[in-house]
C-alpha cells in the first residue's frame, strides 16, 4: 500500500522561507516521479511542482516558479519543496503524490498523502 507522510508545514511570515518533505513507502520510489501539490480553503486543488524519477527533470506552476524549488533522495524515499520568498497567497494545505507517467503531466499524479498546513502571514 503506497504512503505518503508530509511534514514542515508551520506558520511563517510573509517573505520567509520553509521547507517541506515528504517521505513516500509502498512503492518503488525511482520508478514514480514525484509531485507537489496544494489546496487552499474553498479553492481547488493547484499543481506545485513535480520532479522526474531521477531528478533530471523539474516543473513548476506558474505561481511558484523562481520561488519554490523541489528536490528528491533516492535513497531515501523522500521528496522536497524548499519554498522562499513566500506570499500570503501560498497559505494551503501542501500533499505530495506520486505519478507513473510523465512528471510535467500533472494529472497523472495520485497516493496523496493527508498534507500538512502551511499558513503564511501577511
Known amino acids: 500500500q503506497v504512503h505518503m507522510v508530509e511534514s514542515g508545514g508551520k506558520l511563517v511570515q510573509a517573505g520567509g522561507s520553509l521547507r517541506l518533505s515528504c517521505a513516500a513507502s509502498?512503492?518503488?520510489?525511482?520508478?514514480?516521479?514525484m509531485g507537489w501539490f496544494r489546496q487552499a480553503p474553498g479553492k481547488e486543488r493547484e499543481f506545485v511542482a513535480s520532479i522526474s524519477r531521477i531528478g533530471a527533470g523539474t516543473y513548476y506552476g506558474d505561481s511558484v516558479k523562481g520561488r519554490f524549488t523541489v528536490s528528491r533522495d533516492n535513497f531515501k524515499n523522500t521528496v522536497t519543496l524548499q519554498m522562499n520568498s513566500l506570499k500570503f497567497e501560498d497559505t494551503a494545505v501542501y500533499y505530495c503524490?506520486?505519478?507513473?507517467?510523465?512528471?510535467?503531466?500533472?494529472?497523472?499524479?495520485?497516493?496523496w498523502g493527508q498534507g500538512t498546513q502551511v499558513t503564511v502571514s501577511s
Open positions: 503524490a506520486a505519478s507513473s507517467g510523465i512528471y510535467y503531466v500533472p494529472s497523472g499524479f495520485g497516493s
Open positions: 509502498g512503492l518503488p520510489f525511482s520508478s514514480y516521479a
